[in-house]
């Protein structure tokens, strides 16, 4: 495991940047697997630029989001869907139907998550997974549990997880309880792992890093992971 700590958010954002850019020139064709949330804000920014500015083509780039609320149709703006339109996929040449994200308001969730496991697997796996945690130590949405999910399912959110994305909601009872999200088998088969964090994040950062592994700290299991960077900023 890497462990880079900057000072700022934007140079963080830069060298996540730099990193799935990288990623993108390496294999043109890769999958990246993506994340939602405050901490990706600056690296997508930054890869608009550097697509903007001719470095990147994305043109057949394919993408696979790690979550989504459950209920949310793609125009809410609180919509994961939305996020990534709205940060990313506007913004550059990347083909939307190259894009998918769980669909959160199927009628039938428990297929739904059977059919995004075996889409992901059949596209050969994530090349580069990007992820934020929580303050409870969630990766995409798999909360702190007695044992690691190994697929793609749905989940209870918890009370911890609710009350801080309602920061994002008008009013905290818009907040879905309930969430679609890559399993952490589903994340640990990925080639590689970026983690992103903030400041507020670092006492959690530091317990998935150097702590026990168990699936009370869900993030904790990417110490068992052959390559994963975790960027930690020192500020907001
Ligand atoms: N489901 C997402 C996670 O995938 C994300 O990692 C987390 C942290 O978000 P932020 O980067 O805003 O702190 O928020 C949500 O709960």
Do not use: W
């Not at 990623?23 to 903007?52: F, H, M, R, W």
């Amino acid at each position: 495991m890497r462990i880079i700590k900057t000072k700022t958010y934007e140079e963080m954002s830069a060298i996540a940047a730099g990193i799935i850019g990288g990623q993108v020139l390496l294999k043109p064709n890769c999958v990246l697997g993506l994340a939602t949330g405050s901490s990706p804000i600056g690296a997508y920014k930054d890869l608009v630029k550097s697509y903007e500015d001719g470095i990147l083509d994305f043109s057949e780039v394919r993408t696979v989001n790690l979550d989504e609320y459950c209920g949310l149709d793609d125009t809410n703006p609180n919509s994961y869907r939305y996020f990534m339109n709205d940060h990313l996929f506007d913004h550059v040449n990347i083909d939307k139907a190259n894009t998918h994200v769980p669909n959160g308001h199927a009628d039938d969730l428990e297929e739904e998550a059977v059919r995004y496991e075996s889409f992901i697997q059949s596209l050969g796996g994530i090349d580069l997974q990007l992820l934020g945690i929580g303050h409870n130590g969630h990766i995409g949405f798999n909360e702190p549990t007695d044992n690691f999910p190994a697929t793609v399912h749905t989940v209870q959110l918890t009370e911890s997880t609710i009350n801080a994305n309602s920061r994002l909601f008008e009013r905290r009872e818009d907040v879905p309880t309930q969430a679609i999200t890559m399993g952490i088998g589903t994340i640990m088969k990925a080639k590689k792992i970026l983690l992103i964090a903030g400041p507020d994040k670092a006492e959690i950062v530091e317990k998935a890093c150097f702590g026990k592994v168990t699936p009370e700290v869900p993030a904790s299991v990417l110490q068992l992971h052959p390559d994963v960077t975790v960027i930690l900023s020192a500020e907001k």
